[in-house]
């Protein structure tokens, strides 16, 4: 599990646990000019000296990353990104199964599950929260949201926020982490 491809994938698949929401909670709203573009990460005391990703997203609004160690990139497949709003946040999705392959994980999903993150551009720079998972088991257990989990052989726990699509699940307290990963965005090349 430590070897995966962007410190993204490392937000949503800490502890070896990861979230997934089986409908899409938004209709995707088009790619964000302000979004495409190449975006470093931002390093953190317990990065290696040399080691950062990078998050590619172009103007059709397919993401790439890289996972950058010295003189060694690694690049994943690319995978369609959808953006969408709501109640003044800004929330993107992809494929579940993507993320599942980059992390060279066994287990797959259906098909139309996808990972939902929050995100915030600042000028150049880019913040994105993972659902807390741990905050979707106590949200459950309050009753204020229906969720099913699974605990395949190479994870402690999957969970999935089930049912129709509903923005409205996006608004509870503490659904997403409160420490973003933040990435800045690169230089343009010439």
């Known amino acids: 599990m430590k070897n995966l491809i962007a410190a993204l994938l490392v937000l949503?698949?800490?502890?070896?646990?990861?979230?997934?929401?089986?409908?899409?909670?938004?209709?995707?709203q088009g790619c964000d000019p302000e979004a495409v573009g190449s975006w470093l990460s931002v390093p953190e005391e317990s990065d290696a000296e040399g080691e950062h990703s990078r998050l590619r997203i172009d103007t059709d609004c397919r993401l790439l990353v890289d996972e950058v160690r010295g003189t060694d990139v690694s690049t994943s497949a690319p995978v369609q990104l959808h953006l969408g709003q709501h109640a003044g946040e800004h929330y993107a999705w992809f494929d579940a199964n993507w993320m599942l392959e980059v992390a060279s994980a066994d287990a797959r999903v259906e098909p139309t599950d996808v990972?939902?993150?929050?995100?915030?551009?600042?000028?150049?720079?880019?913040?994105?929260?993972?659902?807390?998972?741990?905050?979707?088991?106590?949200?459950?257990?309050?009753?204020?949201?229906?969720?099913?989990?699974?605990?395949?052989?190479?994870?402690?726990?999957?969970?999935?926020?089930?049912?129709?699509?509903?923005?409205?699940?996006?608004?509870?307290?503490?659904?997403?982490g409160s420490e973003p990963k933040r990435f800045s965005r690169e230089e343009r090349q010439p």
């Open 12 to 28: 949503l698949l800490a502890g070896c646990t990861a979230t997934f929401f089986e409908t899409p909670p938004l209709a995707s």
């Open 115 to 176: 990972v939902v993150v929050r995100y915030r551009l600042r000028g150049e720079r880019l913040d994105i929260w993972p659902v807390n998972d741990e905050a979707v088991d106590r949200l459950h257990d309050q009753g204020r949201l229906v969720r099913r989990f699974e605990q395949p052989e190479e994870y402690e726990k999957l969970r999935w926020i089930t049912g129709p699509a509903n923005p409205a699940v996006l608004e509870l307290d503490g659904l997403f």
